[in-house]
């Protein structure tokens, strides 16, 4: 899908499925999902070469994604569904007992398109290292593909692995950091400032995108076609994504407030009336 | 009693890694991952027949049983290498997340595993890790006895499909076990039956067991020394059965009271066939530096503390 109205229409569906979903449970993090929505809306529907109705475990000859920040999985799980790994209608089972669309991404529950539990940060990349390995060994030309928050780098365990994918040549590896400059307890800067990121992830070795707006859809798909064209070349790729956590819901937008908040009964109505209904909701 | 003869000493960690070859020789999906303490851990021989299934991951244990889970998405056997305290402890959330609840076929393997790593101390002596990888469901937890049946264990978790932790030791051990051994995950090993108590014993401590046994019996007690080389899932038939003979019940192993081998005996017992038992283990401490045999004699884990052990509990069996 390549048209850049059905992607909109594609991620203005899945925001208004996320903030459905947070809402119907009462819990779950609405914020840095609506901020990711172009990102995985552009990666599942265009960019990435996945087969999702025939999911498979190995992933043999078919890109991978690795959702390091587990805790967004409303626009993971929206996203997965709207593009056919399984029924939209199971959205509704979000957080639910029993549910396969556990709180955090999950593989004991069977859900189609989860390789590898998620959630406890900083532990994406390095898994995704391993996969992007085994591919070289197997002689596979597909891209290993994760998504981390901007706070998640604060874990050392990511910068191991920055280390270890740049000394070792990584290059089928694109990583994309959500730089929406808010974590749990405040700003980043006001947690734990992450310095000059583009100087750091250099300095371990990586290609670095900038992506001076991650909520434009053009905008998004230029940044992953440009990483791509680094791909094989040497050196891991990583994007450096500026979104604003709680994107197209304009109370929701720039604030940590619904970090890990789902929006009431009354914003909901609020949020939906500025989300249209393109796709038909779940 | 049957007797067994230390045929040489030996490291299990020089058995893990002639097994971690043997592994790489009969499966071409084996990968031997380290973190800097290749030739520590024995894996320098897989390392050099197998050039391109070895990753060297730096001194970045987190990093490395990540790169782990990811190969074995894959089909690949990743068997993760490194000081037990260092590849457990360190890592305890990552073996959680990624490895033992993503259910992937990771092999966890720790050498220099307890207090008879000597004189590093007790930063690098784990004797918590038994506790801290039973307790993670779908992990499988291997403690072999000597050199031989480290061989057969990293075997064995090859073949294995699911996360296993392999823990064995650094000094040269007694060798009594045959050199071609099968090892069946799960099952556990006669080594001598008796009637009037059953020591149950891992790793290291098994030899102590039948040092033990001999002293015993030369005092005209008949001891029954079993061998639990799989502390889970563990064989709780052959314990019942055990102590539901002998009446008596001493546990030995180089880990803590806490969480070890005794709890799973004594959760056993308890459950099934409530019998006076004893542990030989170290309670609720540290080590420290020294030679290995210094370590087993002040932290009372040598033959004659199990024969103390099995004393108090005869004493207690009505």
Redesign the interface.
Known sequence: MTNILDLQNVATQVRRDIVRMTNAVNSGHPGGSLGCTEFMTALFFDIMEHDPSNFTMDGKNSDMFFMSNGHITPVLYSVMARCGYFPVKELSTFRVFGTRLQGHPSTEHGLPGIRMASGSLGQGLSVAIGAAIAKKMDNESNIVYTLHGDGELEEGQIWEAAMYAGAKKVDNLIATIDCNGQQIDGTTDEVLSLGDLKAKWEAFGWTVVELENGNDMQQMLDAFRLAKSFVGKGKPIVILMKTEMGYGVDFMQGTNKYHGVAPSNDELAKALAQLEETLGDY | MKTYENKKMKDLRSGFGEGLVEAGNQNADVIALSADVTGSVKMDGFAKAFP??F?Q??I?E???????????????I?FVGGFAEFVTGRVY??I???VA????NVKICGSHAGVTLGEDGATHQTMEDIALMKALPNMTVLVPCDANQTYAATVAAMKHNGPVYLRFGRPKMPTFTDENQEFVIGKAQMLNEGNDVSIIATGHLVWEALEAAKALEAEGISAEVINIHTIKPLDTEAIINSAKKTGAVVTCEEHLFNGGLGDSVAQTLALNCPTPMEYVAVDDKFGESGTPEQMLQNYHLKAVDIVEKVKAVLARKK
């Open positions: 391109e299934r990753i991951c730096g970045a987190a990093n490395m049983v990540g790169i782990a889970a990811g190969l074995s998405l894959s089909g690949k990743p959330d990552q959680r997340q990624v609840y993503s259910n992937k």
